[in-house]
């Protein structure tokens, strides 16, 4: 039986065997049906394109082993006090001139200070202004602080439960996969957009990662972004010498996620450096449509941005989003130009 897309109801039950069913379809099945779905909803041309800015680094009481900005690890990171804003709005205008869509802003906080909200609130506001979606994540938020956020216009907030309820202890002690839910009901409620995936390659598996999609698909209402992280080994943290994450498991994870959660973005998200061209076209193919652009993740670094986008031509992929400024050149774009007539003024096509 076939559905119309009004028709279709995406499945807020499902259960982790059917999920384990579709991990071990066969390869070209699984991107198949991926890629189907996929079409359902979105152009399969076009991605989005987010840019991170860590606004408070390092010195964080939180027990994370992946990550190398908890206070426990010695990993070498220069610890940092919240940007001034003039550094924020330095940092948001360089990523829209870039070609970047939305401005995700990171704290290395377990939760925000009541404190700090009018610095947050001032940088939600200019970062708007710019005409740039906006993205925080700064850990445990309460009902007031999201409806604080939600009020200044935050759009998104990414609160990530990282892996399932069971592997989540082996990971984290300091917080509670309860916890993290909790955060993400307020959000919710708040009236922002969630953003909401995990990291791949922690040592947990498969039945672990079916159950963070479990997780994630069966929230009353699925994450509206989901990004999908492979691990970055830092040295210093507790995961530092984790083995290499497979790449077609990389691949299929992202399949089911898009079969899961069709309507949702689908980040291809940290770890981006480790993959090669061929493996983020799979990524591609199997329904991702985001990605984190421009060289730095919050403390690490992601390809360099001429190379991202080297890399969509080759395939054909336009960024959804502002116009391109190359201020050498009279030109709209080398790469992209306005499409007036595209159902949303912002989306933009390949010069050809
Ligand atoms: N402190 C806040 C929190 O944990 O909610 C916000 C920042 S935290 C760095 C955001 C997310 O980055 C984490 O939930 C985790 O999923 C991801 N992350 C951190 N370190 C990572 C690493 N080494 N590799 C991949 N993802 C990582
Ligand atoms: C997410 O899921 N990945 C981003 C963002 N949300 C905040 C963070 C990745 C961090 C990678 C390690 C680092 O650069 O510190
Ligand atoms: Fe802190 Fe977030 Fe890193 Fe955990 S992931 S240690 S909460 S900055």
């Given at each position: 039986m076939s559905f119309s897309n009004e028709e279709f109801v995406v499945r807020n039950d499902w259960r982790r065997d059917e999920v384990l069913a579709l991990f071990n379809k066969p390869f070209n099945d699984l991107l198949y049906e991926a890629q189907s779905m996929h079409r359902r909803f979105f152009d399969p041309n076009t991605v989005q394109l987010s840019t991170l800015l860590s606004i408070k680094t390092g010195a964080c009481p939180?027990?994370?082993?992946?990550?190398?900005?908890?206070?426990?690890?010695?990993?070498?990171l220069k610890k940092e006090k919240l940007l001034h804003i003039d550094n924020v709005m330095e940092a948001a205008k360089a990523a829209k001139s870039s070609g970047a869509t939305r401005f995700c802003m990171g704290a290395a906080w377990r939760s925000p200070h009541d404190r700090d909200i009018p610095s947050l609130i001032q940088m939600i506001s200019e970062v708007k202004a710019l005409g740039m979606e906006t993205c925080m994540t700064l850990g445990m938020l309460s009902e007031g602080q999201a409806e604080k956020l939600a009020d200044a216009g935050l759009d998104y907030y990414n609160h990530n439960l990282d892996t399932s309820p069971e592997y989540y202890k082996e990971v984290i002690t300091t917080r509670t996969y309860q916890d993290r839910l909790e955060t993400l009901s307020n959000v919710r409620q708040a009236g922002m957009k969630v953003c909401s995936g995990g990291i791949l390659g922690?040592?947990?598996?498969q039945n672990d990662r079916a159950g963070l999609l479990v997780e994630l698909a069966n929230l009353p209402s699925h994450p509206d972004s989901i990004p999908i992280n492979m691990l970055v080994?830092?040295?210093?943290?507790?995961?530092?010498?984790a083995d290499d994450f497979e790449p077609f498991e990389y691949i299929r994870t992202i399949a089911v996620t898009r079969l899961m959660m069709p309507k949702s973005y689908v980040r291809l998200s940290a770890g981006r450096e480790q993959m090669n061209e061929q493996m983020q076209a799979l990524a591609f193919l199997a329904g991702a449509n985001s990605i984190f652009y421009c060289e730095k993740l919050l403390t690490t670094s992601n390809p360099k941005s001429n190379e991202d986008l080297q890399l969509l031509e080759k395939l054909g992929i336009r960024s959804e989003g502002y116009y391109i400024e190359q201020?050498?050149?009279?030109?709209?774009s080398d790469l992209y130009r306005v499409c007036?007539?595209?159902?949303?003024?912002?989306l933009y096509y390949r010069a050809g």
């Open positions: 939180e027990d994370c082993k992946y990550c190398p900005q908890s206070a426990r690890y010695d990993t070498g922690m040592g947990e598996d080994k830092v040295p210093g943290t507790p995961l530092s010498d201020p050498d050149s009279q030109r709209e007036a007539e595209s159902r949303d003024e912002n």
